[in-house]
């Protein structure tokens, strides 16, 4: 399982349960990268996924599995399921009381790109797969 992260300059991810941003470009992105693999989301992220095939709406961290799990207002304890982690980032600090603070030394930078954004003039994926 690959856990996409989308976070602001300071790692931030999420402000009292909500969301920071809800870039349709970087959902387009995502979904291409993803290349007909499974998704999946919690019930918060519904609404970024509307008419998208290959998406799963679950209620816990799936426990194993091939495709990806999309994670904007929930971390998880640890990064012990994960293969890959991706981390669309974008160079804004929002107001955030929910960081990113998972320990990546386990994984090694595969690849990065920027695109510009819908409402961001330049978001990054970083792709990370474990060592």
């Avoid at 349960?17 to 870039?23: N, T």
């Avoid at 999946?40 to 509307?50: A, C, G, K, R």
């Avoid at 426990?63 to 971390?75: M, R, T």
């Amino acid at each position: 399982m690959t856990y996409v992260f989308c976070l602001d300059e300071r790692m931030g991810m999420a402000f009292m349960g909500k969301r920071q941003s809800r870039d349709r470009k970087l959902i387009e992105d995502f979904v291409s990268y993803a290349l007909g693999k499974s998704i999946f989301i919690f019930p918060y992220s519904e609404s970024l996924f509307e008419n998208i095939e290959n998406v799963t709406v679950v209620s816990s961290v799936p426990a194993e599995g091939d495709g990806f799990l999309f994670l904007e207002n929930i971390k998880p304890e640890s990064l012990d399921g994960a293969d890959g982690i991706i981390i669309y980032n974008w160079m804004r600090h929002y107001p955030s009381d929910l960081v990113f603070d998972l320990d990546l030394s386990e994984f090694e930078l595969e690849s990065e790109m920027t695109f510009e954004g819908f409402s961001h003039p330049e978001i990054t994926r970083k792709a990370y797969k474990r060592k």
